[in-house]
C-alpha cells in the first residue's frame, strides 16, 4: 500500500519515495498484461464459440434429372399410322430413388428415347451383366391434344439382402403402365386405369419419371433376397422361412 506524507505547514505534500514510485509502476504494468490476456482469452473463447455453435451446411439434395422424357417431336414426322412405338431407359439413379442411389451409382451412357411405329420393335439379347436399369416400352396413341400410353415397365438393379445382407442385383421388377397425357390436366390425376399427367400444349416435352418411379415402388416385393438365403440355407437346402423360436 502507497501512502502520502501529510501535508506540510505551507500546504505542499512531501515528495513521495522512489521505492513507493517504482512499486506503483511495476503494479500497473502488471494489471495492464492481466488486462491484455484477459481480453486475449475472451476472443478465443468467442471464436471458438461460433465455430462450434456454426451449424453445418447442409447436403444440397441431388434433384432426379428428367431421364423419361416423352417428346412431341418423336412422332411428328413419321408416315405410319399410329399406334407407334415408344421406347425409354436410363440408369437406376436417374429415376431419383434415393432407396437404391448407394448401391446403383451412376455409370452414365445408358439413357436414351426412340420412337416409331409399333411393328418395328427388335428383340435383342441382353448380356446378364448388363440387365442393370430402367426401361419402358409402350405404344403411343394421340388423343385430341393428348396422347395415350401403354406399354409396360422395367427396373432391375442391384439390392441388398435383408437376410444376410449381401448386395446382389435383384429380380427384375415389371408394371403395366397406363398414362394419359392430358393437355386439359392441371396436375397429376386419376381416370380409372389411367394415370393422368398434365401436358400443356404449348409444351414440347413432358417428363414421365415420376409415374414411371411410382409404377415401379408399387410393384416391388415386399422383401428382398438373395439366392442363398430364398432358395436355401447351404446346408439343410430348405428355403428360408421366419420363425420364432420357443422361449425355454
Not at 502507497?2 to 506540510?8: D, G, Q
Not at 494489471?31 to 481480453?39: E, I, K, S, W
Not at 411393328?119 to 409402350?138: C, I, L, N, W
Amino acid at each position: 500500500r502507497v501512502e502520502c506524507s501529510p501535508r506540510a505547514a505551507d500546504g505542499a505534500t512531501s515528495p513521495m519515495p522512489t521505492s513507493s514510485i517504482s512499486s506503483v509502476v511495476f503494479r500497473r504494468a502488471a494489471d495492464r498484461r492481466d488486462v491484455t490476456a484477459a481480453r486475449a482469452s475472451t476472443a478465443a473463447h468467442a471464436a471458438s464459440t461460433t465455430k462450434t455453435s456454426t451449424p453445418a451446411r447442409p447436403t444440397r439434395r441431388r434433384r432426379a434429372s428428367k431421364a423419361m422424357v416423352f417428346r412431341r417431336g418423336m412422332f411428328r414426322d413419321l408416315d405410319e399410322r399410329p399406334p407407334w412405338r415408344l421406347d425409354l431407359s436410363a440408369d437406376v439413379h436417374e429415376l431419383g430413388m434415393e432407396e437404391h442411389d448407394a448401391l446403383n451409382p451412376e455409370r452414365g451412357g445408358r439413357g436414351g428415347a426412340t420412337g416409331g411405329h409399333a411393328s418395328s420393335r427388335q428383340e435383342h439379347d441382353v448380356d446378364e451383366r448388363d440387365d442393370v436399369g430402367v426401361s419402358v416400352e409402350a405404344t403411343v396413341a394421340p388423343v385430341g391434344q393428348g396422347f395415350f400410353i401403354e406399354g409396360n415397365v422395367r427396373m432391375r438393379c442391384v439390392v441388398e439382402c435383408e437376410c444376410c445382407g449381401v448386395a446382389h442385383v435383384g429380380e427384375a421388377v415389371e408394371a403395366p403402365m397406363r398414362i394419359w397425357l392430358d393437355a386439359a390436366a392441371s396436375e397429376p390425376d386419376a381416370s380409372g386405369e389411367w394415370d393422368i399427367v398434365p401436358f400443356p400444349r404449348n409444351a414440347e416435352e413432358c417428363d414421365l419419371s415420376g409415374a414411371v418411379r411410382d409404377y415401379v415402388r408399387l410393384a416391388a416385393p415386399y422383401e428382398t433376397l438373395c439366392a442363398a438365403c430364398g432358395d436355401g440355407d447351404g446346408d439343410a437346402d430348405e428355403p428360408f422361412t421366419f420363425r420364432l423360436e420357443p422361449e425355454d
